[in-house]
């Protein structure tokens, strides 16, 4: 399974690899995060990097990627919203905003959770 991740609100594009580099941390998950590039607007020179990939295999990755996401989330000094969704038939999406959702933990590994069940 996989989980792509988007920042998107606040300054995206400098919070998105911060979040990388954050994930990167826990052994659970390295290895298994790449940024992956939009093509550019009409107006932009280049690629931007605007969504994380996770690739969730079986075990216990779901959980630590909840779980890191919303520590990460409480961390953060000005609202930030980020974006998951889980790729495949039963594709599910949920936004969870800094300092506005009481248990992100829970409600991210849900939507994780639920897509593995399928």
Known sequence: MQARIRVTAGDSRDR????????????????????TS???APDEMGAVA???TVALGSGGA????????SVWLR????DTTIEIT??????????????RVED?????KSVLDA???R
């Open 16 to 35: 998105l690899r911060p979040l990388l580099s954050w994930l990167r941390a826990e052994s659970e998950l390295r290895g298994q995060l790449e940024l």
């Open 38 to 40: 939009a093509a550019p």
């Open 50 to 52: 605007d969504v994380l």
């Open 62 to 69: 779901a959980a630590v990627l909840a779980r890191s996401l």
């Open 75 to 78: 961390q953060q000094r000005s």
């Open 86 to 99: 889980t790729a495949g038939d039963g594709a599910r999406s949920v936004k969870v905003t800094a300092q």
């Open 104 to 108: 992100a933990e829970a409600v991210i």
């Open 115 to 117: 897509e593995r069940e």
